[in-house]
């Protein structure tokens, strides 16, 4: 496994920190590091699957189930008037974690969509405040 696997294998395993959103024995989600907006979310399968190629049909499957959960507690917590969710799968296609994951990036009206290179890290504090918010609406659905 190469570094690029290591990072959300940790995570999941509780090796490193994340601002938590959701989690069960299944999949993870969490803020990511560096934000579209705030609430942009990661969903992750515990297991590690590189890509979409490799996940069972039953695993992506659960994994969508929770991705719509999360879109729904992410627009509701941080008053997104959109959501996009964007998966990828290989260098060609931008993938820079091969581990699968599915991005929830709430948007609003005449926004643009930055470039990676764009994006600034977050601060922890900051990522546990919009943490908090998403989570009021996860333990309500």
Same mark, same amino acid.
């Given at each position: 496994?190469?570094?690029?696997?290591?990072?959300?294998?940790? #995570?999941? $395993?509780? *090796?490193?920190?994340?601002? /938590?959103?959701? *989690?069960?024995?299944?999949?993870?989600? +969490?803020?990511?590091?560096?934000?579209?907006?705030?609430?942009?979310?990661?969903?992750?399968?515990?297991?590690?699957?590189?890509?979409?190629?490799?996940?069972?049909?039953?695993?992506?499957?659960?994994?969508? @189930?929770? !991705? @719509?959960? !999360?879109?729904?507690?992410?627009? @509701? =917590? /941080?008053?997104?008037? =959109?959501?996009?969710?964007?998966?990828?799968?290989? $260098?060609?296609? #931008?993938?820079?974690? +091969?581990? #699968?994951? !599915?991005? /929830?990036? %709430?948007?609003?009206? =005449?926004?643009? +969509? %930055?470039?990676?290179?764009?994006?600034?890290?977050? $601060? $922890? *504090?900051?990522?546990?405040?919009?943490?908090?918010?998403? @989570? *009021?609406? #996860?333990?309500?659905?």
């Amino acid at each position: 496994m190469t570094q690029e696997h290591w990072e959300f294998c940790k #995570l999941a $395993r509780k *090796e490193n920190d994340a601002s /938590v959103v959701f *989690e069960d024995e299944r999949a993870m989600a +969490f803020l990511d590091i560096r934000p579209v907006n705030d609430g942009h979310t990661l969903v992750i399968p515990k297991t590690h699957y590189e890509n979409i190629y490799e996940i069972p049909d039953d695993e992506i499957a659960y994994l969508y @189930k929770i !991705v @719509k959960r !999360v879109a729904l507690a992410v627009k @509701k =917590g /941080v008053k997104a008037e =959109g959501i996009s969710i964007t998966q990828h799968n290989g $260098r060609a296609s #931008l993938q820079r974690i +091969f581990h #699968l994951h !599915v991005h /929830v990036i %709430p948007r609003y009206e =005449g926004q643009t +969509f %930055p470039r990676h290179d764009e994006l600034s890290e977050a $601060r $922890r *504090e900051k990522l546990e405040e919009t943490a908090t918010k998403i @989570k *009021e609406y #996860l333990a309500s659905s």
